[in-house]
C-alpha cells in the first residue's frame, strides 16, 4: 500500500504542479504586459527599469498561487485520476487491495496538506509580498497609495488618550495629503480636530510637518446641573508641526485591502472597528455636543 500512495501522490502533485506553474505562468506575463507601460518613467532620481517591473510582478505571484490554488488541486487531480482509470493502472490498484475506502482515505490526505499550504499561502506569504510591492510601486513609481474614499485610518495612544489618524494619500517618500486628526480623552470625549491640506512625514524627527492646517479644540468645563459643555477654540497656521510615530511605511501598510489581510490582522481590524465604533458613541454620550466629522 505505502508504494501506491506514493505512486497516487507523486503523481498527483507533480499534475497540480504543473497546472499551477501553468497558470503562473500566464498570469506572470499579463502581469508584466501592464507593467512596461511604466517602464523608463522617473520619479526624482529614479528610473523605473524592467528589473523594478519583474520585482512587482513576481512579488503579486504568491497572491495568483492563493487564488489558483484549489482550481490547480481540482484540474490535477481529475487528470490523474482519468489518466490512471485510462490506462487501466486504477483497475490494477484494485486488484492489488486498493480499496474504495484506501484510495478515499489516501486523497483526502492528500488534500488536507494543500488545505494547509493554501492557508499558509493566503494568511502569511501572499500578504507579505503584496506589502513589498505596494511599497516598492510607490518608491519606484512615487504613486499615491490610497483606500478608496475614506484613505488610511490609524490609531495612536497620547498623553491626553487616543488619536484617530486619518490620511487621504500617502507618497513613499512621505508626502501626505488630506490629514485629519481626532483627539479624544479618557472619557471618549473629542478634545481635539485636526485638518491640514498636505503634510509630509518627517522620520528622522518623529514628527509631520503639516501645511496650511485648521485645528479645533474643545475644552469642557462642567455647569450647575451636571452638564459638560464644550467651548471651541479654532486656529489656522500656516505650517505646523505635529509630533507622532506614525511613519510613511505604517502609512502605506495600512492601504492594504481588508480582504488581503492574515486572518489574525483581520480579526484585529476588526477589533479596532468595533473599538472606534463604541470611542464614537461614548463621545457623544459624554460630550452632548453635536460633533459632526467632515
Known amino acids: 500500500m505505502k508504494t501506491l500512495r506514493k505512486l497516487i501522490y507523486r503523481d498527483t502533485i507533480s499534475a497540480i504542479a504543473f497546472v499551477a506553474i501553468a497558470f503562473l505562468a500566464m498570469f506572470f506575463f499579463f502581469d508584466l504586459l501592464d507593467e512596461m507601460g511604466d517602464v523608463g518613467r522617473q520619479y526624482g532620481e529614479v528610473t523605473y527599469t524592467i528589473w523594478h517591473a519583474l520585482?512587482?510582478?513576481?512579488?503579486?505571484?504568491?497572491?495568483?498561487?492563493?487564488?489558483?490554488?484549489?482550481?490547480?488541486?481540482?484540474?490535477?487531480?481529475?487528470?490523474v485520476m482519468a489518466r490512471f482509470a485510462q490506462s487501466s493502472e486504477f483497475t490494477i490498484m484494485r486488484t492489488s487491495g486498493l480499496g474504495p475506502w484506501l484510495a478515499l482515505r489516501t486523497m483526502l490526505v492528500l488534500g488536507?496538506?494543500?488545505?494547509?499550504l493554501t492557508v499558509l499561502v493566503g494568511d502569511y506569504v501572499a500578504p507579505a509580498a503584496e506589502r513589498m510591492a505596494l511599497v516598492a510601486k510607490a518608491k519606484y513609481l512615487g504613486k499615491t497609495s490610497t483606500t478608496g474614499a475614506t484613505g488610511a485610518w490609524l490609531k495612536e495612544k497620547s498623553a491626553q488618550g487616543t488619536l484617530a489618524v486619518n490620511v487621504r494619500s500617502v507618497r513613499a517618500d512621505g508626502a501626505l495629503r488630506g490629514i485629519r486628526i481626532f483627539e479624544f480623552d479618557n472619557q471618549g470625549r473629542m478634545t481635539l480636530q485636526l485638518h491640514a491640506e498636505?503634510?509630509?512625514?518627517?522620520?528622522?524627527?518623529?514628527?509631520?510637518q503639516l501645511h496650511n492646517a485648521q485645528s479645533t479644540r474643545f475644552v469642557y468645563s462642567t455647569s450647575a446641573s451636571g452638564s459638560s459643555t464644550p467651548q471651541l477654540t479654532r486656529e489656522t497656521s500656516a505650517q505646523m508641526e505635529w509630533p507622532t510615530s506614525i511613519t510613511s511605511e505604517m502609512l502605506i501598510a495600512a492601504v492594504h485591502k481588508p480582504d488581503r489581510m492574515p486572518t489574525l490582522?483581520?480579526?484585529?481590524?476588526i477589533q479596532h472597528l468595533k473599538a472606534t465604533t463604541k470611542l464614537?458613541?461614548?463621545?457623544?454620550l459624554n460630550s452632548g455636543a453635536r460633533c459632526s466629522i467632515h
Request: glycine share 6%; no cysteine.
Open 55 to 79: 520585482l512587482a510582478v513576481s512579488l503579486s505571484l504568491p497572491n495568483h498561487l492563493y487564488e489558483l490554488l484549489p482550481i490547480a488541486v481540482l484540474i490535477g487531480s481529475i487528470f
Open 112 to 116: 488536507a496538506g494543500f488545505v494547509v
Open 198 to 208: 498636505k503634510g509630509q512625514v518627517q522620520e528622522s524627527a518623529d514628527r509631520w
Open 265 to 269: 490582522e483581520l480579526f484585529q481590524f
Open 280 to 284: 464614537h458613541k461614548s463621545m457623544k
